[in-house]
Each structure stands twice: as C-alpha cells, then as structure tokens.
C-alpha cells in the first residue's frame, strides 16, 4: 500500500544518484586494450548478459526491457549494497542542455540481502521497479554529450505517460506511470503497484551544508493514483490477485464482500485518490556517509520517506481479520473471552469490541475508508490521517466514512471529520523493508503470530469532529446499537474503546445513556477488567467506565418503564468484590455521583464515590410466598474523594475531600411517653406514642397540648478528611398504610419507615468548615466554623471544640453575629471561655458605639490584634493584646493592649445559652435604641512598652469617630484622640450621687482634633469635644470648623446627654481653632490661617455645654494659668480666660494684670479684669492699669475662608 510506495521511494533516491553511468562503462585505459596471446585463457561462454538476467527478474521473463531493440540502454552497476538496472532509450548524442529526454524509461533496484539468520520464510531480495512511456532529467549544469552525464548531478525528473512514444506490453503499462515493489516475496501475487497517468515530478533532496532544508514535496503528481496491495486482496487458491476499479458505494454491502471472499467478483483496489505528495528525508551533500538508522519496534520498517499525501477523493479497502474486535481488530489477534456484558456496558459493546458474536460463514472482513478530502502518512509516527474536504458545499456529503462489512448481516459504520489510524508496523502488514540486525548475544525472533503476513496491523484508531454541533456517528447493525459523539479513539494492544462526546448519546434495545454536555464532555471506555491468577475457566463480564458526567437510564421490560437511573459528574464503574464474610457490590462513582436512600432521608455525593452494598438473598422462586418484604441491600462501608457532600436527620456534609464512614446496626432508640392528662376529648390515635420524633422540616397536623421542644437544625460540616462512626437503625412504619403510587408506576413492595442514621463520631482534618442555622430563626446567623483542623471532645453535657487555622489563614468561628478569628480558636462550652492564640479578630455586634453611645441600629465592632485574646463570655470580658485596632462603623482605637468589658454575658454557642430568654419589653414599652444586644461597657487603651515598641506610633492610642448625617450621609462631625492611654467608660455615677454620664479619659501628652459645625460669628472653643453629634448647636449661619487641642497632662470628658456635657484638659494646653472644610488640615503657630484663633494656658483647660428647656445652650470655657488668645483683631493675655457664649473675660493675678491690644488700630488696654463683647467689640476694663487709644483707626474686615 502506501508504506510499500514509501518503501520505493527510499530506494528511488540510490537510484537518482547514479544517472551519471547512462553513457554505459568508462573506456578502458590502452593497456588493457591489446589483445591476449595466451589461448589458455578462454572466456566463458553466456547466452545472456547478467544485466539482462537482473530485468528480467525484475520486469518479467518476457518483459520488453529486455530487448536492446526497445531499450537500447541496458545498464547494471553497484551503489554500495544496492544493484541498479538501468533500461531507457538512447540519450541524445548532442543534447546541449541540461535537460535530457528518454524515451521509454524503465529501472529497478535490487536491494541489500538480508542474512540467512534474518530472514523469514519465502523472503528473497527486495526489489522495486520504475516505468514510464518517457522520462526528462534535469541536471545541475548543460550537457553537452552523453558521457557529461557521468560528473552531472540530477536535481529533477520528470515521468511522462505517453502513448504515442510507448511500446506495447503485456503488462498494460502503455499511459502510465507505473511501480511496483515485490515486498521481499518471489510470488507476484504479493507485489505492491502503484499507477498513475501522471506526469510524476521528482526533485533532489539534498541540500548544501548550512543551507536552509527545501520546503515543498520531493515526488509529487496532480493526477489520479491507484495503489494495490496484492497481498492484501482476497482471492481464491490457485487465482492471480486482480483488482478492479470500483466504486465504494458498491462493495459496501455485505452481498458484494460475500461474492469478493467466494471469488465471484474482483475486489477494488486498495487505495484510490486524486493527486500525490511525496516529502523525502532531507540529506546532506556531507563525504562522511550517514550511519543507518535501526528502525524502532512498530515503525514503519523503511527509511527516507517522511510524509506521503493524497490530495482529495481518497477511498481505502483493506482486509481485516473477522474475528479480530471492532473496526482495526486487536493487535494479537486473539479471540477474548466475552461473558454477558452489563447493562452499561451493552450500550456500546457489540459494536465496537466484538466481532464474533454469531458464527461466521468467511474469515475476512472489509474495512473501507472513504472522504472527499487529504490524506497523510507520516513515516517518522507511522500514521496515516483522513480528513474531509475544507470549505465544501454544507448541503453535500462530506464525512470520514469508516464501513467494517463482513460478508453477512452486521455491518458496522463510522462517520467523522478526522481519521488518523497508526499502524504496529509496515502500513502493508508485510515484513519491514529495512533489515533489523540481531545483537550478538540475542537469538533472532521469530515471525510474528500475531496475524497473517498478508494482513496490516493497526496499534491505533482515533476519529474525531471538529465542527460545532456536528456528531460522530457509531453504529452496528447486529447489536441494534447507535452512539453519537465527538471523539472516538480504540486501542489494538489493549482491545480498550474509548467515545467522547459533548454530549454523549447511546442507545441499544431501549437502554439511554447520556453523558456530558455542550461545554463538557464526556468519554465511555469499555474494555475487559485484568485476569484473575490461574487459568481463566469462566466468562468474564465486561467492564464499562464513563468519564464525565452522564446518566444512565435502564429499561425494566417487567413495568415498562426506565424505572433505574444513576447519575454521576465525572465517571462511573462497576465491579464486584468478594470478601471472606460476604460478597459486596462495589459502585465507583466519581464527581458528582450520587447515593440516595429517600426513605431514610439519606444521600450522599462525591468526585469519587465507592460504595459497598451488601447482596441482598436470592428471592424466593416463582410461586413462592414470602411473609416479610425482599431484603434490600444496605451500605456496608462508604468511601468518597473529592467534593463530598452528604444528608441525613442530624448533619448535612456539604463538601469534603475524603470521607470513610462506617456502618453499624444499632437497636432503635425506646420512645418513653410522659403520661398527661387529656385537655380536650380530641385527643392523639393510640399509636402515636411509638412514633420516632418528627424531622426538622416535619409540622405536626393537630395542635398538641403542649408546643412541642424545637429541634436543633442539622449540622452542615466541610472538611478535606472526615471520620465518622454512623449507626443505624430501622423506623417504625409510616402511619395511614401503604403509601399509593404515583401514576404510571408499580405499587412499591416496601412499605417500612426506612432506616435512620445518626452520627456517634466525627474527627475532621483539612478545610474544616461547620454550619448550623439557629434554631431561633429570627436570628441573623447560627454556627460557623472555619478551620484547617477541627477536634471534638464530646460529653453529655458539652463538647469542648478546637479550631486551627493554616500557615498563611487563621481559623474562624461564627455564631450569631460574633465572630472568632485565629491560628488556634478554643471554646468551651462548659465554662462559655473563647481563647485565641496568636494574630486574629473578633467581630461581634453591640447596641453601642466605642465612646457608648447608644445606637438606633446595632452596629459590628471589629477587634483585630497580633497576640492573642481571652474571651470570658460569662464574665463580660475580652482581652486583646499586641497591635490591636478596634473599629465599629466610622469609629475605630488603635492601640496595644485593649480591654472591652460588655454589660451583659456573651454566649459563643448555642449548647450553652441559658434556657430562660432575655425578659421582653412590656406591653406598650418602646424598645431600647440598637435592640437588645449587648454594649460597651469600658474600654481600656493602653500603649505597647518602650523596649517592645516596634515604631514611636506605638507607644500611642489613637481614637478616631466620625459622625454622619443620617438621611445626606455626609460626615457632620469628626474627632481624633492621641494619647498614651484612653480609658472610656459608658456609664459612670459621681460618689456623691446624681445622674450616669460617659465617661473618658486621656493620659497626654496628646493632640484633639475635633471638626464640627459652629457659628461663623463665634468661635468654637466653647464647644465640648464630648458634644452629640446627633444634636449639634444650629446657628443661623454656620460653617465648618477645626479645633486642635494640644495637652500635656491629660484630659476628662464627661457626657450627661444633651443637658450637660465638659471636656477638661490639663498641663500646658494650646487649642487652635479654625474654619476649614478640611478635617486633615496642618496648622503651623507661626503661621495661622485667616480667621484663626489661637488659646493656650500652662494649668487648665474646661470646656463645657450646657442646655436648658426652652432656653439657647450655653456654651463656657476657661483657661487658667498664662492664658493667652490670639485672633485676627486683638491679642489677649491673663492669668486666666473666660468664653461665657459672645462675652470673653481676661483676668490677671497678683502682680500680672490682664491686658487686650487691638492687632489693628493700637488699641492696648492693661487692668486686673477686662470684659470683651465679640458681638460689639466693645470691652469693660476694671482695674486699669492704663493703656493707649486710636479712635481714628477703622477695625479691618476679617478676610474671606479659605
């Protein structure tokens, strides 16, 4: 076929070199021209030159070569191990060109004979035979004479079919090219032809050292080319092998192979196409020749060929074993041993593994290729590849169409875009062409068995399509089979198909299996599982694998109905496993597959799901009657990889990378009943006491006397490892009887309550992750647990639960609303105590803000720290340590150490939550800003040491709060504490009684920034840093401003609500108070922004608000001890000053008086006490000490804000 055309142009290539001879021998030199004296030496008599003999053995005994009337140029010589002859017309004496015409044109070449140890019966010398009615060579340089041609180089042949020229033969080779090849066989019968009308071109392949490899073919033709194997045609004992054409529609029935095998009709040829493209190894002009290639097992058995193609219109007709499995047949040949294939596996198997399933009337069978479009094979892969036809017409044929036709009923078809089929050695199924040599300590193998030398063998088949939406179509007639996918590759060595399809569809006797999907496909492999130790005495059922997701559908002829499914995600086998206690039936499902027990509210699924179940009895036989129901098989062991997810009555496994779960059989638990007197005459059936409890989504239809306990929810449990110890015991049977059936479906022959499974144990490693909704459901969460190793220690009353985190993650735990993050999160629920271990934070709701505010909505306060944390929930609280930051909203305190005490116990879980609810508001009650969740009791602040400080910002609290309009949402009012510490506690009472206020603290030194609204004719240092934000002053006209107080000492902050509020600073204060729409402004002192007005005092610093009922609030402030103010119209000093609403007051002390100086009209003023009125600019001085006057001197106008 193909490979023995391949084979031949190896040889062409010796051949192509050797052109230079065609003048015949160079004369001999004149010594050997005189003549001899001696009679003794006579020279042997022949009657035919060895040339002649050497064509007729290649061309025939009565072939025309062999007459120098026809071919007058009759030339042999040696080109290292291969012989040439050479026949052709009589070159041109004077061509002077370079190319040269002959006409006719005939060579062959005899090829190296392998050893005696190394051949196979029969072999003889590999011969391969050119021919044509006239051939052009084109040489690298003019000729001349003929004798140039013996230093000329040919770069290019040319074989021409011409008639007209031809010499008439027996052999009909008049208008074409024609080739053979003997396949090292003497008989004719095995020969490889080729025939073309051509032309054929042939180039030199060989390329100078360094230069760039030639593109393009070497050999090629554009005309129609017909191969025949002969060794590969059927014919009867004692017939030549003869093909004729044909076309494939009319050998693709079984009535045509069944004449052809009976000799009443000539089969076709083997391979048929239009256009040829032959690509030879490219060589090298290097002296040092090339050391021969040994060719690896199951290649292609020649050298110097790499690809060879056929253009369009291909059809291939090969003759395959019968008995051999699907369409190519195995690689040994071998029949299998093929037990009752399952259900699966029945959907593909008889059409693709089998093809023995009845008796065969002939041994062979023909595998027919045929399509529109190329073909290649590749040497080097020993693959050859059929393709449809690129951009045809869509309303066409255009398929790769596979036909296996034996020659009876059965025919087995296969349609694709793509085939590529790799062979198990030469494409002809005949020795390899290239001789194998043995090593010395190797004895030679010999000949293979694994099938008839005349037949090809075939390691590979794989078709595919390409285009979407289109199928590649199964089909085999005998099993009543049909598969329709996308991919369909079949193993020779292991007799192992394989089909993929997006989607995947079988059908066969009513039985569906549907596998993947438009954007996933699916694969289905049948093969047969390995053989048992020692001899194989019993048929073995088949083994079906699908990989992707799919579903199979099984007929129950007995209902009538696909009454079986099963579903899966990635595959799906089936095996049996027999143990020393029982036999068990092993389902492997993987990804997605699932386990479902309806009746006891059970199923499972996984990537990989394996599944033991136990073997029900046999059912007793016809006629018999049994008094309890058919066993059912029941889980015996459970294993699952990958994505595990799981139901039952007490836990939801949501997903899970391994789970191996154990049964056991327990005794139901014993109902005990509380006798209660009946409340009405309608009181429960008498059964009802042995009913198990109900089920969480259960409600009960009659309202019982008494609100029955809520369930728990089921526990929802992720991890990569689970261990779990289940046991099981049977319900009792539903009430109300039998439960009908649907319609169209059997009445059910098993009417208990099911099983019911309950877990005892659970130990869980990986991506631990557990859920629990609350059984209140009107809170907003229940029970969350994230971890990479979660470990329950159970007891009656408690569990004591360990979550750890990863390298790079810490662990977290979640229960209404709080939450616990860090590499190591311990709760006991015994003694309600959260511990963390390390960097982590805490997320929990309060109905409070940071400074104790109450909220109308609870807000989350998050805590984050680096060290670790103690949680007391009975005790009110939690200790924070290392770099902690703790923000609620737009309120956040950055400091090192964090205590936050809470005003009511804290429950992490829902075991230990007091039985008795939080009391309810009264009937009419309001209920309190935020609900009732817990606040903020006290919180401490506290810097880290000096020594573990790792930045000076650490030996600092920071406290940030910005308050926002709540219907615009803008920020209305900003403030920002740096001290050493913070304490803020939310509700504190004076010794002496009174009302509670909030209460703050801050050790200094440290800076205030406050930016609120205030009135643009007044200045804002008589606000209080602890004013509500929710109830800011209104003036008639106000603006933005920011005030920035510096402290030294520390600071008190008092809040009564909106009747009373103070800020007390002390230690060398300075404020500076500025419009600005900029809370971040930097103020320089020595540079003050327009409108600016600048406090500082050495002692003390009260700042205060006060509001009456009906009455504007009064806003004070007082600083003492070398106090001085500084604004854009006056500079004023005194011992102390005093902001009473518009009214400042400057006093002095002892031997310093008070003094004001006008910054613009030299108004200076010195007493003991001096009144200034900011509404006026007029001032009161008593006391006076005297001063200077410039009534002349206008008071400027303040410039605009910037």
């Known amino acids: 076929m193909v490979g023995g055309f391949a084979a031949f142009a190896a040889t062409y290539i010796v051949y192509s070199q050797m052109l230079g001879w065609l003048d015949g021998l160079p004369i001999l030199p004149p010594s050997k021209l005189i003549a001899s004296t001696d009679r003794s030496c006579v020279p042997p008599v022949h009657l035919t030159s060895p040339t002649i003999e050497l064509i007729k053995v290649a061309f025939g005994e009565k072939c025309p070569e062999a007459e120098p009337g026809h071919y007058p140029t009759q030339l042999r010589f040696l080109q290292g191990d291969t012989t040439i002859v050479f ?107 080729l025939r073309t009308v051509g032309p054929m071109f042939y180039r030199d392949s060989k390329v100078a050292p360094g230069a760039p490899p030639l593109t393009g073919p070497d050999i090629w033709t554009d005309s129609a080319v017909e191969i025949v194997d002969r060794s590969n045609l059927p014919r009867q004992p004692g017939e030549p092998a003869v093909a004729a054409p044909a ?34 190894e490219p060589q090298s002009q290097a002296k040092k020749p090339a050391q021969p290639k040994t060719p690896a097992a199951g290649s292609a058995g020649f050298g110097g060929v790499q690809r060879v193609e056929f253009l369009e219109k291909v059809v291939m007709n090969l003759w395959v074993d019968g008995g051999q499995q699907g369409f190519v047949g195995g690689g040994e040949g071998k029949p299998a041993i093929s037990g009752e294939p399952t259900v699966a596996a029945s959907a593909l198997a008889g059409g693709l593994l089998s093809g023995a399933h009845a008796a065969r009337a002939m041994s062979r069978d023909l595998l027919q290729v045929e399509t529109r ?182 007929y129950d002829a007995a209902s009538n109905s696909s009454s079986i499914t099963a579903s899966w995600l990635t595959s799906m086998v089936q095996t049996r496993e027999s143990t020393s206690e029982r036999e068990l039936d092993l389902f492997t499902f993987t990804d997605g597959a699932k386990f479902e027990d309806v009746k006891s509210d059970f199923w499972l699924k996984g990537n990989v799901l394996k599944l033991w179940l136990t073997v029900p009895p046999p059912e007793p036989k016809s006629g018999a009657v049994s008094a309890t129901p058919p066993a059912r098989s029941q889980p015996h062991r459970l294993q699952a990889l990958g994505e595990v997810t799981g139901h ?81 015991y049977p319900q009792a049977k539903p009430p109300g009887g039998p439960v009908a059936p649907k319609p169209g479906e059997p009445a059910a022959t098993d009417q208990t309550g099911g099983m019911k499974y309950q877990m005892e144990k659970a130990r869980c490693e990986g991506m631990v992750s557990v859920h629990q909704d609350p059984v209140d459901a009107t809170k907003p969460r229940g029970t969350d647990i994230l971890g990479s190793r979660m470990i329950i220690d159970s007891t009656p009353d408690g569990s004591v639960l360990t979550v750890f985190g990863w390298d790079n993650r810490p662990g977290e735990l979640h229960n209404e609303g709080t939450s616990l993050i860090g590499p190591k999160v311990v709760i006991d629920q015994l003694h309600n105590l959260a511990l963390v271990e390390g960097r982590g934070s805490l997320v929990m709701p309060t109905s409070s803000d940071l400074s104790g505010n ?104 920071y406290f940030n709060q910005v308050d926002r309009d709540p219907v615009s949402g803008k920020p209305i009012r900003r403030q920002q504490i740096v001290a050493i510490e913070l304490t803020m506690k939310a509700e504190v009472r004076d010794p002496s009684g ?37 109830n800011p002053p209104q003036p008639a006209q106000s603006e933005m401003k920011l005030t920035i107080v510096n402290f030294s000492g520390w600071m008190i902050g008092k809040d009564k609500g909106p009747v009373y509020k103070d800020a007390t600073f002390y230690d060398s204060i300075q404020v500076i108070d500025v419009p600005s729409d900029n809370p971040d402004l930097e103020v320089e002192l020595h540079k003050l922004p327009p409108r600016a007005t600048l406090l500082s005092c050495a002692e003390q610093l009260v700042v205060w608000t006060h509001s009456k009922p009906k009455e504007p609030t009064e806003q004070h402030m007082k600083a003492t001890g070398n106090a001085y103010m500084r604004n854009d119209e006056y500079d004023g000093w005194g011992e102390s000053i005093e902001a009473v609403g518009k009214t400042v007051i400057f006093e002095g002390l002892g031997s310093v008086p008070a003094r004001i100086k006008s910054r613009f009209n030299g108004n200076d003023q010195t007493g003991k006490k001096i009144i200034f009125d900011r509404a006026t600019n007029h001032y009161k001085v008593e006391g006076s000490l005297g001063g200077t006057l410039s009534p002349s001197a206008g008071t400027p106008k303040p410039a605009p804000k910037k």
């Not at 050998?251 to 196409?273: D, Q």
């Not at 209920?927 to 401490?940: E, F, L, R, T």
């Open 994 to 1030: 009174g009302e509670p206020y909030k209460f703050l603290r801050a050790t200094g030194p440290g800076v205030v920034r406050t930016w609120q609204p205030g009135s643009k004719e007044d200045s804002s240092l008589g606000q209080s840093p602890m004013a509500n934000p929710m």
């Open 247 to 280: 076309t494939a529609e009319e050998v693709r029935n079984p009535t045509a192979v069944a004449a052809m095998l009976g000799g009443k009709r000539l089969p076709p040829p083997t391979v048929t196409a239009v256009g040829m493209r032959v690509y030879l």
């Open 854 to 957: 109450s909220l109308k909505q609870a807000e989350v306060i998050v805590v984050h720290f680096r060290d670790g944390m103690k949680f007391q929930g009975a005790k009110k609280v939690a200790d924070f340590f290392g770099k902690v930051t703790a923000a609620q909203g737009a309120s956040w305190v950055t400091c090192h150490t964090l205590q936050v005490n809470f005003d009511r116990p804290i429950y992490l879980t829902q075991m230990n939550r007091p039985g008795t609810p939080a009391p309810a508001p009264k009937p009419g009650a309001t209920a309190k800003p935020g609900g009732d969740g817990p606040k903020v009791d006290v919180v401490y602040c506290y810097p880290a040491p000096a020594d573990a400080a790792d930045s000076p910002q650490e030996k600092q609290v």
């Open 373 to 554: 479009g190329p073909f290649v094979y590749d040497s080097v892969k020993n693959l050859a590849r059929f393709d449809v036809l690129p951009l045809a017409d869509p309303n066409l044929p255009n398929d790769v169409q596979v036909t296996k036709v034996p020659p009876r009923p059965g025919t087995q078809t296969l349609f694709s875009q793509v085939l590529e089929l790799e062979f198990n050695g030469p494409p002809t199924g005949n020795p390899s062409t290239t001789a194998t040599p043995a090593k010395p300590a190797e004895k030679p193998e010999p000949t293979a068995k694994a099938a008839p030398a005349s037949a090809p063998k075939f390691k590979r088949l794989h078709a595919w399509t390409y285009t979407q939406g289109r199928f590649l179509t199964v089909s085999s007639d005998a099993d009543q089979l049909e598969a329709y996918g996308q991919d369909l590759v079949h193993e020779a060595a292991t007799a192992r198909t394989q089909l993929t399809g997006a989607p995947l569809y079988a059908i066969q006797q009513r039985n569906v299996l549907t596998a993947g999907g438009p954007k996933q496909s699916a694969i289905l492999v049948l093969d047969q599982p390995p053989n048992p130790p020692g001899p194989v005495t019993q048929p073995r059922k088949m083994q079906a694998t699908v990989l992707g997701p799919g579903r199979v559908e099984l």
């Open 87 to 193: 026949a052709a017309g009589s070159p041109p004496s004077n061509p002077n060109s370079n190319r040269i015409a002959l006409s006719p044109f005939s060579v062959a070449m005899f090829g190296k004979p392998r050893p005696e140890h190394l051949r196979t019966p029969g072999e003889v010398t590999e011969i391969s035979t050119i021919h044509a009615d006239r051939a052009v060579l084109e040489f690298d340089r003019v000729i001349q004479s003929a004798t140039e041609m013996n230093n000329a180089k040919l770069v290019r042949l040319e074989l021409i079919s011409d008639p007209e020229q031809a010499i008439p033969d027996s052999f009909q080779r008049v208008g074409k090219v024609h080739i053979t090849n003997n396949q090292r066989s003497a008989d004719p019968n095995r020969r490889l032809v």
């Open 648 to 728: 039952s009555a007490d836990m939801d496994i949501d997903q899970s990378e391994h789970l191996n779960t154990l049964f056991r059989d327990v005794a139901p638990p014993v109902a005990v009943t509380a006798v209660v007197a009946p409340t009405s005459p309608a009181a429960p059936p008498k059964g009802n006491p042995q009913q198990p409890p109900p089920q969480v989504a259960a409600a009960p239809v009659t309202p019982a006397p008494k609100a029955p306990e809520k369930q728990k929810p089921p526990m929802k449990l992720r991890a990569r490892t689970i261990e779990t110890w289940v046991a099981r």
